[in-house]
């Protein structure tokens, strides 16, 4: 069965940092191109980062750029994403998925992982 799980989300504050996880099962992650999205409260889903088949090219969201991070690890099959001087407005549920520009989507959207920046 396809399935992507992420976590990793937690309540911290302005400026911490935070590395989410994605792991993935019943396919490999190098075979696709890959994204994180977040969705702010009230607001609708956006993709903030994106990298390519095998650990390639990256892309970010400016209002993320030089802040986070998107990497794979293939031995673990899992991606992450590293977020560093988190701020309020990164608060959103973050959620992982192919990069829909390059392909479908796997399986469907799961529940995410909550990210709260507040002090």
């Known amino acids: 069965q396809v399935q992507l799980v992420e976590s990793g989300g937690a309540l911290v504050q302005p400026g911490e940092s935070l590395t989410l996880s994605c792991k993935a099962s019943?396919?490999?992650?190098?075979?696709?191109?890959m994204a994180w999205f977040r969705q702010p409260p009230g607001e609708k889903r956006e993709v903030i980062a994106s990298i390519g088949r095998s650990s390639g090219r990256t892309e970010y969201k400016d209002s993320v750029k030089g802040r986070f991070t998107i990497s794979v690890d293939n031995t673990e099959n899992t991606m992450y994403l590293q977020m560093n001087n988190l701020k309020p407005e990164d608060t959103a549920v973050y959620h992982c998925n192919a990069d829909l520009r390059m392909g479908p989507l796997i399986g469907s959207w799961g529940q995410g992982t909550q990210v709260t920046v507040s002090s």
């Open positions: 019943g396919f490999s992650l190098s075979t696709r191109a």
